[in-house]
């Protein structure tokens, strides 16, 4: 079992920044992929960011050259940090980890989940 656990949210205003983490439970981090995905009030939740276990990243085309992810495996921790935000970036936002360190887009393939953390983008 892997516990996923995201900080780092808040409201910010547009052209602003955060850092997101999340911090994994378990010995087999550096072994798993990561995703970031988000969810905006009345739509589906979509893929944002994931980087494998080669540390392979690959983003959005919503997001690219604004968000970047990253992982730490000694801190069993990955990031998302979020420059120039929009108001239209403003969602909940989930990590989640793929046990067999594929990177992928496909929020199917994700074996574990996060309870999300709010991020608000004032015009």
């Known amino acids: 079992q892997v516990q996923l656990v995201e900080s780092g949210g808040g409201l910010v205003q547009a052209g602003g920044s955060l850092r997101l983490s999340c911090a994994a439970s378990?010995?087999?981090?550096?072994?798993?992929?990561m995703g970031w995905f988000r969810q905006a009030p009345g739509k589906e939740r979509e893929f944002v960011a994931t980087i494998g276990s080669g540390g392979f990243t690959y983003s959005a085309d919503s997001v690219k050259g604004r968000f970047t992810i990253s992982r730490d495996n000694p801190k069993t921790t990955v990031y998302l940090q979020m420059n120039s935000l929009k108001p239209e970036d403003t969602a909940v936002y989930y990590c989640?980890?793929?046990?067999?360190?594929?990177?992928?887009?496909?929020?199917?393939?994700?074996?574990?989940w996060g309870q999300g953390t709010q991020v608000t983008v004032s015009s």
């Open positions: 378990g010995r087999s981090f550096s072994n798993y992929a």
């Open positions: 989640a980890a793929e046990t067999s360190g594929v990177p992928t887009t496909d929020i199917e393939k994700y074996d574990y």
